[in-house]
Structure formats: structure tokens, C-alpha cells
């Protein structure tokens, strides 16, 4: 006599899974002692038994089956929640790194357009000095031919020179300036 009919002797016979369920239900801590027996029992029992299973293997089955399909709903749980948690830690380290790289680029940006405007602001002052050095002459010029008719024609040449070039020196100091106000709000972005 095998442990599985000692099993089945002790315990009355059910035929539906319904009585099965019940019974279960009702005799938990004896059926769950005896499983671990029945396993064994299980592994010796002949080819014929294992096509042909009676109901009772058939619960046996299916609550090992439930039991793998709970055990690795929990297991993909716990791996998308690890996944999850790590993806985030990822993410925030390359946020950190983003806002590390920007900081070192707007420093730098503001650094070479420093530089530039120090380099621009000279060579406006030296292209500044020799147009009034040339226009110095030019007006020692006019002195000169002030009394021919062409005086009033050569003062009026000499001032629209002078009002272009300051204006043009304006101009180009103002648009570098909203060039770089551009680029640091784009670095803002």
C-alpha cells in the first residue's frame, strides 16, 4: 500500500471539484502535511497513474500551477519595481549631469564673450582714435578752404562721415549684444 492510498483510505473520496475545494478548505492542516508525502508518492507512481490522474492529483496540479503563476506575478512585480526604481536613479544622475555640463558651458560662454567684447571694445577704440585723428585733419582742412564756396559742402561731408561711423559703431556694439543676450537665453533654456 502506497501513501497515496493510505491518503485516500483516511480521507473520504470526493468526485467534483467543488467537494474538493470544501474539503480542502476544511481539512487544510492535515492536506498540507500530507502534500509534501504526496510529492514523494508522486514521483514513484507508475506511468498509467500519472495519464489517468485522479481528482485529487488533478488539485494537487492545479494548486502547483497557482502556486508558480503567483510566485512569478510576484517575482515580475518585484522586477518592474526595481527596473522602475532604477531607471529613476539613472534619470536623476543624468539630470545632475546635464545641469553640471550647462553651468560649465554658460561659464564658459560668458568667459569667450567677455573676452570678445574686452577685444571688440579696443578695436572700437583704436578704429575710434585714428577716424578722429583723420577727422582732425579733415577739419584742419576746412579751415584751411573754409572761404571758397566749397567750404560749407566740405564741413557738411566731414559731419554726415562722422555721424555714419558713430552710428555704424553703435550699430555693430549693439547687435553683439543682442547676439550674446540671445545665446544666454538659449543656454537658460
Not at 138 to 147: A, L, S
Amino acid at each position: 500500500m502506497t501513501e497515496l492510498d493510505h491518503y485516500e483510505e483516511h480521507f473520504p473520496a470526493v468526485q467534483d471539484s467543488n467537494e474538493i475545494a470544501e474539503f480542502l478548505k476544511k481539512h487544510h492542516h492535515e492536506v498540507s502535511k500530507k502534500v509534501s508525502k504526496l510529492a514523494l508518492a508522486r514521483e514513484n507512481q507508475s506511468l498509467l497513474r500519472r495519464l489517468f490522474p485522479t481528482d485529487l492529483d488533478k488539485v494537487f496540479a492545479d494548486a502547483k500551477v497557482q502556486a508558480a503563476t503567483t510566485e512569478l506575478s510576484f517575482r515580475h512585480a518585484a522586477l518592474e519595481l526595481s527596473a522602475k526604481s532604477k531607471m529613476e536613479a539613472v534619470e536623476e544622475q543624468c539630470q545632475v549631469m546635464v545641469r553640471m555640463v550647462k553651468s560649465h558651458h554658460r561659464a564658459e560662454f560668458a568667459k569667450f564673450v567677455t573676452e570678445a567684447y574686452l577685444r571688440l571694445s579696443e578695436d572700437v577704440d583704436q578704429k575710434t582714435k585714428r577716424h578722429l585723428e583723420g577727422s582732425r585733419k579733415r577739419y584742419e582742412t576746412y579751415e584751411e578752404f573754409k572761404d571758397l564756396p566749397v567750404g560749407a559742402t566740405y564741413m557738411k561731408h566731414i559731419t554726415a562721415a562722422d555721424d555714419k561711423f558713430f552710428r555704424w559703431l553703435e550699430k555693430l556694439l549693439e547687435n553683439f549684444r543682442s547676439i550674446a543676450d540671445e545665446k544666454v537665453r538659449q543656454y537658460r533654456l
